[in-house]
């Protein structure tokens, strides 16, 4: 009997120590970042420009933010996909026009290549969801606006599907935060998983095929920059970046739609990618669509990477 006591303990001392030893190792995986994608990162660094100073009126004029490495951002435990919560939901909002449409669509795709994971494009919702009082016509520009927590807090979130990493709701019609604010182009909660965009400040996608390369871009940016925040991104402000916050359609149109190494770092942890295939789907996406500028960098970055 004894002898069975003393190796019951020390089986419950072996199995306590291999528990101790795998929270070390994940520990470790958070506070320190994989040797493999700091090479990466290295690589990639001198095709990245750093942020400039702000102009009057740009974002960081306006908001004092830190910025966060990828270092701080394992150490930060973000939301991150995981084995049953790996598809992105695009759920539209409203009506739109069969180009508006083409644009959600192709924004769908770009996203699976951005974030690695699954989209989901969900049946429409219309525009009668939301009620008077979370609408406005603005008082000077005279604009009819949605009330973007609205749209978070009573739409998406009572619907948030058991599988999603994301659900964003896409619509045509302008957006503006609560009291103090203009009008923002999107808006997501880094916790709840949610997020609203809106196209009715990139142009008219219908007018000429540049306007539609134009609408598309800019729809990408904030389509990506929005689901970046529900990866627990916080505006990056050390380089030119996606993930650069912004206050006005000129700011926006300054920023790339690629991420810096930083933040690129952090959406290829959370979902698993190789970074390299990762930059051939999207620079596949981006000749497609005659985006000319954004081909040539992620053709870059395939061929730094690539490289022996």
């Known amino acids: 009997?004894?002898?069975?006591?003393?190796?019951?303990?020390f089986l419950s001392l072996a199995v306590a120590a291999g528990a101790m030893a795998v929270l070390a190792w994940d520990e470790q995986r958070r506070l320190y970042p994989p040797p493999e994608m700091v090479r990466v990162m290295d690589k990639l660094r001198p095709l990245q420009r750093p942020l400039p100073d702000p102009q009057p009126g740009d974002w960081?004029?306006?908001?004092?933010?830190?910025?966060?490495?990828?270092?701080?951002?394992?150490?930060?435990?973000?939301?991150?996909?995981?084995?049953?919560?790996?598809?992105?939901?695009v759920q539209p909002l409203g009506d739109f026009t069969p180009t508006q449409r083409k644009i959600v669509d192709l924004s769908a795709d770009f996203m699976g290549r951005y974030f690695g994971l699954p989209v989901k494009i969900a049946d429409n919702l219309p525009l009668s969801l939301i009620p008077a009082s979370a609408r406005r016509v603005h008082p000077e520009w005279g604009v009819r606006q949605v009330l973007t927590t609205y749209v978070l807090d009573e739409v998406l979130s009572p619907k948030l599907p058991d599988d999603a990493m994301a659900y964003i709701a896409f619509t045509a019609s302008d957006l503006w935060p609560g009291e103090g604010w203009n009008f923002v182009f999107g808006q997501a909660s880094l916790q709840k998983r949610v997020g609203v965009w809106s196209i009715a400040r990139n142009g008219d996608p219908g007018e000429s095929e540049e306007a539609f390369r134009l609408c598309l871009l800019r729809t990408l940016k904030t389509a990506t920059h929005e689901t970046g925040h529900m990866f627990s991104l916080p505006h990056?402000?050390?380089y030119l970046c996606n993930m650069n916050g912004s206050n006005s359609q000129g700011e926006s149109d300054r920023h790339p739609l690629w991420l810096c190494p930083e933040c690129m770092a952090k959406v290829?942890?959370?979902?698993?990618?190789?970074?390299?295939?990762?930059?051939?789907?999207?620079?596949?996406?981006?000749?497609?669509q005659g985006l000319k500028e954004e081909a040539g960098f992620y053709g870059k970055a395939f061929e730094t990477l690539g490289a022996k």
């Open 1 to 9: 009997m004894r002898s069975k006591y003393l190796s019951a303990c």
């Open 60 to 89: 960081l004029s306006r908001h004092d933010e830190p910025g966060q490495t990828f270092r701080d951002y394992l150490r930060s435990r973000p939301t991150m996909p995981t084995d049953k919560r790996r598809v992105i939901y």
């Open 236 to 238: 990056c402000t050390a």
């Open 268 to 288: 290829v942890w959370a979902s698993k990618l190789d970074p390299l295939e990762r930059y051939k789907k999207l620079k596949e996406f981006c000749e497609e």
